[in-house]
C-alpha cells in the first residue's frame, strides 16, 4: 500500500508535470532542430515566434470569448488555435521574404544569420509587448481537472490523491497528433520527402530538382504551426508571459542539442530528457522516500536537490554532460 | 576622417540632450554610456578579434555588481560568528568533490570509471549540503531585514573594479575550459546558460549578496550630494558659475563618475589597440578567418581563444562592476539578457566588430538611442493619437506601448545595419 502511496505521489508530482512540460519542449526543439536542418542556423527568435503565435491565440481567445462561443469543457483557446498558426505564419513569412532571403541569396556564413534572428527576436519581443503587454495572462477556461484529487481519493480509497487537469491531457494528446502528422509528412510525402533531401545534401536536392525556396516555404509553415502550438500547450499549463517564452529558448535550445540538432526524433528525445530531469532535480522527494523507504531510513530534509529556481542549470549541465561524451547529441545530428 | 565624424555626431547627441533637456540627463546617459563602451570593448574582443560567440555577457556583467559588494560592504561579525566558517568549509568541500569526481574520471577506466565517478560525486553532494545548509540557514537569520549576508571587505569601493574583472576572468576560465572547441552554436547556447545560472545563485543565495532583497547604500568612490551641498565653500563656488547647490552639487557627482569611467575606458582601449596591432591581435585574426590554416602554422587555437575569451569577459566584468557602482545598489532582479547581454551585441555589430573605435562609438550611440527613443516614441504617439478622442482604447494602449518602443527599435536598428553597413558603422581595417 505504502508502495502504491509513494507511486502515486510520484506520478502526480514528477511524471505527469514532466511528460506534459516535455511534450512542450518537444514541440519547441522540433522548430528549432527543422530550421537548423533546413535553413542552417540557429534561431535565437524562436521562443519569441512562440510567443507571438501564443499572443495571437490569446487575444482570438477573448475575442471568441466576447462573442459567448465556447468549447465545452474544453479551453476556448483550442478553437483559436489556427488563427495563431495564421498569425505566426503570417508574421514569421514576412520576415523571411524581407530579412532572412537576402541573407540566404547572399549565401552567408550561418553565424551572421544567428544575429539576424538576434536582431527578428527584438522585433518580435518589443511587438509581443506593445500589443498585449507584458504582464501575465491566464486563457485556460473550461473543465479545469480530468480527474481531481479528491475523486482519485475516494475512488482508490489511497492517502495520495493524483490530479490530472485538463490541459496536461490535452497537451500530451495534442503532442502526439502533431508529431505523428509531422513525421507522417517528412516520411510519406513527395513535399516532406524532399525536404529531407534537402537537408541531407543541398547540392544534391538542388541538382534533382528540388525547388529550395518551396522546401524554405513549406519549413517556415511547419515551424510557425509548431512553434503556435508548443507556445499556447504551455500557456494553458502555465500562463502567458512574453518574458517567460523568451527565456524557453534556454531548455528549447538544450532539448534540440541533447537530441542533437537537426534530428527531428533527437529533438523529441532530448525534449523529455530535459523535462525529466528539470522536474525531477528539483522536485522534494520527501514525499516520496517517506512511503518507499522502511521508517527508520526516513529522510529528514526536503531531499530537494535544487530549488525550482535553479531549473535552468539542470538544462544546461546536461547540456554540457552531454556535449563532452557525446558531441553530436544522443542521436546522430544533422539530418532529417 | 569617417571615425572623427560619427563620434562628434555622437557628441553633439548627446550635447543636444544637454541643452534640450537638461545636463543632468545628458550627464547620466553620457556616464552609461562610457560602461557601455567598455562592455563593446569586451564583447569586440570575443567577437571582432577571435570570433567567439559570447552571449553570456550579462553573467559577467553580474559578477562584476557581486565584486563590488563582497570588496566594499563592510563585514557583518554576526554572520561570520554564527556561520561563516562553515558556509566556506563547505564551499571547499564542494569544490573538493568536483576535483575528487575529474581524478576519477581521468584515473580509472571501464566499469569503475562511471560508478566511481557517480559515487564521488553522490558522496560529496551529501557530505557539502550537510555542511553547508545549516550554517546558510544560520547567516540568514541574522538580521534578515539589514543584514542576512555575510558582507564584505570592508575595502575601498574602486578596488572592487579589478576584483570584478578577476572574478568574471576565473568563472570565464572554467566555462572557456569546458565549452570552448565546442561548434559556434553550442558555445552561444552554453554562455546562455551560463548568465541565466550566475543571475540564479545572485538570486537565490542571500548568504551571498542579500539575493532578492537587493544591497543598498554601496560606498561610493565620489563624495555625497548631500555633503556638498552642505558645504559653503562648494556652495559659493557653484555660485559663482551661476548655479545652486542642489544642481551642481548632482552635475558635479556624475561629472566625476563620468572621469573615472573615462579613465578606465581609455586605459582598456589603447590596451585593446595595443593588443589589435601586435603579433598576437594578427595571430588572433588569423584564427579567427582560417582556423585550420592557423592551426597548421602550429598556432594553439583552443589556448588562444581561451585567452581571449577570460580577457574579455573579465572587461566585461569591470565594466559590471563600474555599473554597480554608479547605481549604487546590486539588484540581481533587474539583470535582464536582452538588456545585458543582446542590447551589447546591437552595440558591437552596430559599431563595426573587429574595431576597437566602432565598439565604444557603438556602444554610445546605442545607449544614447536605448535611452531616447522612449521620449521621442511618445513624441511620435502623441503625434499619432492626436486626432483620436481622449480616453479611448485604443488611444491609452498606444501610449501605454511606447515603453516598449525600444526594444522593437533595436531589433530594426540591428537589422537595418546589418543589410545596409554590413561590416558596422566603422569597418574594420
Known amino acids: 500500500m505504502d508502495l502504491l502511496n509513494g507511486f502515486v505521489a510520484l506520478a502526480n508530482f514528477v511524471l505527469i508535470p514532466a511528460i506534459a512540460y516535455g511534450s512542450q519542449l518537444a514541440l519547441g526543439a522540433l522548430g528549432v532542430t527543422l530550421i537548423y536542418g533546413i535553413l542552417r542556423f540557429s534561431n535565437f527568435a524562436h521562443g519569441d515566434t512562440m510567443a507571438v503565435g ?7 481567445t477573448w475575442g471568441l470569448q466576447a462573442m459567448g462561443v465556447s468549447f465545452g469543457p474544453l479551453p476556448t483557446a483550442l478553437l483559436a488555435i489556427p488563427i495563431g498558426i495564421l498569425g505566426a505564419t503570417a508574421l514569421v513569412l514576412l520576415t523571411d521574404k524581407y530579412v532572412y532571403k537576402f541573407y540566404r541569396a547572399q549565401k552567408a556564413k550561418p553565424v551572421i544569420l544567428v544575429i539576424v534572428s538576434m536582431g527578428v527576436m527584438f522585433i518580435y519581443n518589443g511587438l509581443t509587448r506593445i500589443i498585449i503587454g507584458p504582464d501575465d495572462y491566464r486563457f485556460a477556461d473550461g473543465e479545469r481537472f480530468v480527474i481531481s484529487a479528491r475523486t482519485f481519493r475516494d475512488m482508490t480509497g489511497l492517502e495520495e490523491g493524483l490530479a490530472l487537469r485538463t490541459t496536461q491531457v490535452i497537451t500530451v494528446i495534442t503532442a502526439i497528433v502533431v508529431v505523428a502528422a509531422l513525421f507522417w509528412f517528412l516520411n510519406k510525402t513527395r513535399t516532406g520527402k524532399s525536404m529531407r533531401a534537402f537537408s541531407d545534401n543541398e547540392d544534391l536536392a538542388l541538382l534533382s530538382g528540388i525547388n529550395p525556396e518551396r522546401v524554405v516555404l513549406v519549413t517556415w509553415l511547419i515551424v510557425a504551426s509548431l512553434a503556435t502550438v508548443a507556445g499556447v500547450l ?63 531510513l526516513e529522510p529528514d530534509g526536503l531531499v530537494q536537490v535544487l530549488s525550482t529556481e535553479y531549473k535552468f542549470a539542470v538544462s544546461f549541465v546536461i547540456l554540457v554532460i552531454v556535449l563532452l561524451f557525446r558531441p553530436t547529441g544522443l542521436f546522430r545530428g544533422k539530418s532529417l | 576622417m569617417r571615425t572623427v565624424l560619427l563620434f562628434a555626431a555622437v557628441a553633439g547627441l548627446i550635447l543636444g540632450t544637454g541643452f534640450l533637456q537638461s545636463w543632468n540627463s545628458a550627464l547620466l546617459i553620457l556616464n552609461m554610456g562610457l560602461i557601455s563602451a567598455v562592455m563593446a570593448l569586451g564583447v569586440n574582443l570575443q567577437w571582432g578579434l577571435a570570433g567567439l560567440f559570447n552571449v553570456g555577457v550579462m553573467g559577467f556583467v ?35 568533490t568536483i576535483v575528487a569526481a575529474v581524478l576519477v574520471w581521468a584515473r580509472t577506466s571501464g566499469k569503475l570509471r562511471g560508478w566511481g565517478t557517480a559515487g564521488v560525486l553522490l558522496v560529496g553532494m551529501i557530505i557539502y549540503r550537510m555542511v553547508l545548509d545549516p550554517s546558510v540557514e544560520a547567516v540568514e537569520a541574522v538580521d534578515p531585514a539589514l543584514a542576512g549576508y555575510l558582507g564584505g571587505l570592508g575595502l575601498p569601493v574602486l578596488l572592487a573594479w579589478p576584483v570584478g574583472g578577476l572574478l568574471a576572468a576565473g568563472a570565464a576560465y572554467v566555462i572557456g575550459k569546458t565549452a570552448l572547441g565546442l561548434r559556434s552554436d553550442y558555445l552561444a547556447i552554453a554562455t546562455l546558460g551560463i548568465a541565466e545560472i550566475v543571475i540564479a545563485i545572485l538570486k537565490n543565495e542571500d548568504w551571498l549578496a542579500r539575493g532578492v532583497k537587493n544591497v543598498i547604500g554601496l560606498p561610493r568612490p565620489v563624495p555625497y550630494e548631500v555633503d556638498l551641498q552642505n558645504d559653503p565653500a562648494f556652495v559659493e563656488r557653484a555660485a559663482g558659475f551661476g548655479l545652486d547647490g542642489t544642481t551642481a552639487s548632482t552635475i558635479y557627482v556624475k561629472v566625476e563618475y563620468g572621469l573615472l569611467f573615462a579613465a578606465v575606458l581609455i586605459v582598456l582601449l589603447v590596451l585593446s589597440q595595443l593588443a589589435l596591432k601586435s603579433p598576437w591581435g594578427r595571430m588572433m585574426r588569423a584564427i579567427r578567418d582560417n582556423e585550420t590554416a592557423a592551426r597548421a ?11 581571449v575569451f577570460v580577457l574579455g569577459s573579465a572587461i566585461c566584468g569591470i565594466a559590471g562592476a563600474m555599473m554597480t557602482t554608479l547605481d549604487g545598489q546590486l539588484t540581481p532582479g533587474s539583470y535582464q539578457p536582452l538588456r545585458y547581454t543582446f542590447l551589447i551585441w546591437v552595440m558591437v555589430i552596430v559599431g563595426g566588430s573587429g574595431n576597437n ?24 504617439m502623441s503625434l499619432i493619437t492626436a486626432g483620436m478622442t481622449d480616453g479611448s482604447w485604443l488611444k491609452a494602449h498606444l501610449l501605454d506601448s511606447v515603453q516598449h518602443m525600444r526594444l522593437l527599435t533595436m531589433g530594426i536598428i540591428l537589422l537595418l545595419v546589418l543589410r545596409l553597413y554590413p561590416r558596422g558603422l566603422l569597418p574594420e581595417r
Open chain 2, 357 to 380: 573605435l566602432g565598439a565604444v562609438l557603438g556602444g554610445f550611440l546605442i545607449w544614447f538611442l536605448w535611452v531616447q527613443v522612449e521620449p521621442i516614441g511618445h513624441l511620435l
Open chain 1, 54 to 60: 501564443t499572443m495571437v491565440t490569446v487575444l482570438a
Open chain 2, 297 to 307: 602554422m602550429g598556432k594553439d587555437v583552443t589556448a588562444r581563444h581561451l585567452q
Open chain 2, 62 to 96: 553580474a559578477l562584476g555588481g557581486l565584486a563590488v559588494v563582497l570588496i566594499s560592504m563592510p563585514p557583518v561579525s554576526a554572520a561570520w560568528q554564527a556561520g561563516g566558517g562553515g558556509i566556506l568549509l563547505g564551499l571547499v568541500l564542494g569544490a573538493a
Open chain 1, 234 to 296: 504551455y500557456g494553458l499549463d502555465k500562463s502567458f508571459k512574453a518574458f517567460t517564452y523568451f527565456q524557453l529558448l534556454l531548455p528549447i535550445f538544450a532539448a534540440a542539442i541533447v537530441g542533437g540538432l537537426g534530428n527531428p526524433l533527437g529533438a523529441i528525445a532530448g525534449g523529455f530528457v530535459i523535462a525529466f530531469s528539470e522536474v525531477g532535480i528539483t522536485y522534494a522527494w520527501k514525499k516520496v522516500l517517506t512511503y518507499v523507504l522502511p521508517p527508520a
